[in-house]
């Protein structure tokens, strides 16, 4: 499985980024992956920020970004594309975001920077 995420960059407080990621190489069909979105900022550990289960039948955040931030996902025959939609942007979001799927292995992406700064 290969994902490749997209979208970071450098935003004002309270500004928005859309990240995406897409994912290919599936195994199994991709519906059947749950796809989450997890970030790690520098000296911390990494921490989950939302995912949705498979097909899209439930969704969890943080407590952090909820209310902010908003995943959803398209999923195609082979590959699906997953979104993170991050509003009110504060600093401390600052962080390398990750997108994983998973079904009984996990699987990473290499990562996208979201910076939030003045």
């Known amino acids: 499985v290969q994902l490749v995420e997209s979208g970071g960059g450098l935003v004002q407080p309270g500004g928005s980024l859309r990240l995406s990621c897409t994912a290919s190489g599936f195994t199994f069909s991709s519906y059947s992956y749950a796809m989450s979105w997890y970030r790690q900022a520098p000296g911390k550990e990494r921490e989950l920020v939302a995912t949705m289960t498979s097909a899209g039948g439930s969704t969890n955040y943080a407590d952090s970004v909820k209310g902010r931030f908003a995943i959803s996902r398209v999923n195609a025959q082979d590959t699906v594309t997953v979104y993170l939609q991050m509003n009110s942007l504060k600093p401390e979001d600052t962080a390398v975001y990750y997108c994983?799927?998973?079904?009984?292995?996990?699987?990473w992406g290499q990562g996208t920077q979201v910076t939030v700064s003045s």
């Open positions: 994983h799927a998973k079904r009984i292995l996990g699987y």
